[in-house]
């Protein structure tokens, strides 16, 4: 049942959620303040349990949860065998119940994959969309919430950008990096809970905010998100995610050797840039919008918002080979904008491992 938020002023709503109550960059600042939540209707709710749960979610993504603590928030990626993203998921574990919290337009293919993946393993997969929801905002906001779970432990998840985890790898070499003061949770609550929540908006006892104003956040931060910034062709590499969702020496899963002969051996064939927009004409581009170096179509916009410090920004994954010390062009259907670049993934990003040189082989002298 889709949450009722029409008593709360200003509130626009659509199927996927509360997108905004008014005042997107006021939203963003009280955001960051911790002085509003925002119910994420784009985010669900997917539950492991059983004995087996983390060991097996480690042997089919990439990364280490076998030893995951309760209560410490991570990240992995499925992959294809060929490497490239096919789903994402942020993990935490409460001791019982191992919790997926992952994009709505990703949800239902990753339940019903991992089920045809448990073969005789002590697991069990539900979706569990329809009757818990997730809230966001700062740590300090959330924790008021009530739990939810098996334990009563509450469920938490601490987004962990854009700190290098153990075994990651950050191709981002600016310092400090944008996303460095990011302080964000995502908690799961019950349906009846959040419709209180949404009761106490609407009584004016609490500050709600939109998906616009967390997702102005997310792009100012360089954050990936699968349901944005992915597409079919996707490597971990080309993102950043190495930071946070890909352990680079822990056992095999599917799609491991291209991650490890990238990173050691090679450079991703594309990469993430940040994109200061020009404004002066109110333009925003469109997830999909060509990116243009001079005359050449070197990507495409992936994400893009208004933030309420930097302005009209955008994520864009353009080819390796893209020039990095020239602005950008992103054609809209408006008409061209004026772009400047930051690298997030840099052009020799890879390649980490010194691969030594064989001596040459002289012919052997002749025997007399």
């Known amino acids: 049942m889709a949450t009722d938020y029409s008593g709360v002023a200003g509130a626009v709503a ?8 008014g005042g997107p960059l006021a939203e963003q600042r009280a955001l960051v303040a911790g002085r509003a939540v925002a119910p994420l209707g784009d985010r669900r709710v997917l539950t492991v349990s059983g004995e087996d749960r983390l060991s097996w979610l480690d042997s089919l993504s990439s990364q280490s949860l076998t030893h995951l603590a309760p209560g410490v928030g991570t990240e992995t990626l499925i ?10 998921a942020s993990v935490v ?18 339940a019903t994959w991992l089920t045809k993946m448990r073969f005789r393993l002590r697991v069990e997969v539900r979706d569990r969309s329809d009757d818990l929801a997730i809230v966001g905002g700062t740590a300090a906001a959330v924790a008021a919430l009530a739990a939810v779970g098996p334990t009563g432990t509450p469920v938490r998840w601490r987004d962990p950008w854009p700190d290098v985890s153990p075994g990651g790898w950050g191709y981002a070499a600016v310092e400090p990096h944008p996303g460095a003061d990011r302080d964000w949770t995502e908690a799961v609550v019950t349906l009846a809970e959040l419709d209180e929540i949404v009761a106490s908006a609407a009584r004016g006892e609490i500050a709600l905010a939109g998906r616009d104003a967390v997702d102005a956040l997310r792009v100012a931060a ?14 971990p590499h080309e993102l950043d995610w190495m930071r946070t969702a890909v352990h680079l ?17 090679g450079h991703p064939p594309r990469r993430l840039v940040a994109l200061q927009l020009d404004g002066s004409d109110s333009v925003l581009p469109a997830p999909g919008d060509i990116v243009r170096a001079g005359e050449n179509e070197v990507g495409a916009i992936t994400s893009v918002a208004l933030h309420y410090e930097d302005g009209p920004i955008a994520l864009a994954i ?20 004026s772009a400047a670049q930051e690298v997030v993934v840099p052009r020799d990003a890879g390649a980490t491992a010194s691969v030594p040189r064989l001596p040459r082989l002289g012919r052997r002298a002749a025997s007399s």
Do not use: I
Not at 320 to 329: E, G, M, Y
């Open 14 to 21: 659509d199927e996927r959620g509360l997108r905004h109550v």
């Open 79 to 88: 992959l294809d065998p060929q490497g490239r993203v096919e789903h994402a």
């Open 93 to 110: 574990d409460d001791g019982e119940t191992a919790w997926l919290l992952v994009d709505d337009s990703d949800a239902a293919a990753l």
């Open 222 to 235: 360089w954050r990936p998100r699968v349901s944005a910034d992915a597409d079919e062709r996707a490597l």
């Open 249 to 265: 020496s822990k056992g095999c899963y599917r799609g491991q050797e291209t991650v490890a002969k990238v990173h050691n051996l």
């Open 318 to 337: 353009v080819k390796r080979s893209a020039p990095t010390d020239v602005d950008l062009v992103v054609e809209t259907s408006d008409g061209p904008v």
